[in-house]
């Protein structure tokens, strides 16, 4: 089973900065495709920011200019600068692959929250 561990959650003060990371480890699987995604209390969860094997990003118009994501193998990362209180929710990392043996997969991190506030 292909498994993500996000870190760098935490409390800022609004204009801050954090920076998100995410890995994944398992055995004989590729990844195509990383991202992130925020859940708010009390709304759906949402697509902040993804990025390709290819290296083409997507970002939510309201975190494009702010935040940037990156990819370094099975790892992705996420630094979120300028925060804003509505940026305050608890972040998902995402996984889209193969594995031998299954094939296509989709997995998730356990989240790691985000609390921007004064």
């Known amino acids: 089973q292909v498994q993500l561990v996000e870190s760098g959650g935490g409390l800022v003060q609004p204009g801050g900065s954090l920076r998100l990371s995410c890995a994944a480890s398992g055995r004989d699987f590729s990844i195509y495709a990383m991202g992130w995604y925020r859940q708010a209390p009390g709304k759906e969860r949402e697509l902040v920011a993804t990025?390709?094997?290819?290296?083409s990003t997507n970002y939510a118009d309201s975190v494009k200019g702010r935040f940037t994501i990156s990819r370094d193998n099975v790892k992705v990362y996420l630094q979120m600068n300028s925060l804003k209180p509505e940026d305050t929710a608890v972040y998902y990392c995402?996984?889209?692959?193969?594995?031998?043996?299954?094939?296509?997969?989709?997995?998730w991190g356990q989240g790691t929250p985000v609390t921007v506030s004064s």
């Open positions: 995402n996984a889209k692959g193969v594995k031998r043996y299954y094939g296509y997969f989709e997995v």
């Open positions: 990025v390709t094997s290819s290296g």
